[in-house]
């Protein structure tokens, strides 16, 4: 399937994506809050979407302890052909399934 | 499909965590006092047309609505997170709708007791979304 990216792929990274494409900006504690993985493991999946290029990541600058992230466009579009693609594999189901059923699928 | 490509039981389970991640960011709870603020603050935007013929009055009190939700909102980790409850959606516009009457109501005509009536329907209106939302949320 051409638009699933393996960037993304992951689960705690699809869910961090499905956060900022949810809310656009989100405060890297929430994302910690709902993913329920310990610091450095969290740190690790935003490091490889920030150097992917589809997460952006600053410091407030009011405050240096939040960090705040977001997504890039190529993260945005990313992210969205992923979910079609995941869509696609869904709806492909009953096809597939018929063709078990004595039907040869084509 | 290609031999590396998710099930369909795959496919479908990572959709729900789709699902699931953006209900948990978008449904973070609110502090309990941001609902009576919010709630007075549709109230005073449509009474704000009785105070000047001018839409200065009811600007201010836009502002400070805007000002004080987004706050909140960075405070809480997501500014701009859209709740999911439909039934909140429905109680800000028909609050916002209730206030933009008050302030037809309060031009067409030189009483004030529609523009009163009509502001209380805005207060009343965003009180049963904010109630759905704290079910929802809390």
């Keep these: ?106 | 499909m290609t031999s590396n490509d998710p099930t369909p039981d795959a496919a479908r389970a990572a959709l729900a965590e789709i699902d699931d991640a953006q209900r948990a960011v978008r449904n973070t709870p609110w502090p309990v006092w941001l609902y009576p603020v919010n709630a007075v603050l549709f109230g005073l935007l449509g009474l704000a047309s009785l105070l000047d013929s001018t839409s200065s009055a009811r600007f201010a009190v836009a502002l400070v609505t805007v000002v004080v939700n987004v706050t909140v909102g960075y405070r809480s980790g997501v500014p701009w997170a859209l709740p999911t409850s439909r039934v909140f959606l429905v109680g800000v516009f028909g609050a916002g709708a209730w206030a933009v009457v008050a302030a037809v109501a309060a031009q067409l005509s030189d009483r004030a007791w529609p523009v009163v009536l009509f502001s209380l329907a805005a207060t009343v209106t965003f009180s049963v979304g904010a109630i759905a939302h704290r079910r929802a949320t809390a």
Aim: proline share 5%; aromatic share 2%.
């Design chain 1, 1 to 106: 399937m051409s638009g699933l990216d393996p960037v993304i792929h992951p689960t705690h990274r699809l869910r961090i994506c499905a956060m900022l494409a949810a809310a656009t900006t989100v405060e890297l504690s929430v994302v910690k809050e709902h993913l329920d993985i310990t610091p450095s493991a969290l740190s690790k999946q935003v490091a490889s979407l920030v150097d992917a290029g589809y997460v952006r990541q600053e410091r407030s600058r009011t405050d240096t302890r939040r960090v705040w992230l977001s997504l890039t466009r190529a993260g945005a579009t990313a992210y969205r052909e992923h979910v079609a693609a995941l869509r696609e594999i869904v709806a492909l189901e009953p096809v597939a399934t018929a063709g078990l059923d004595g039907e040869p699928a084509s």
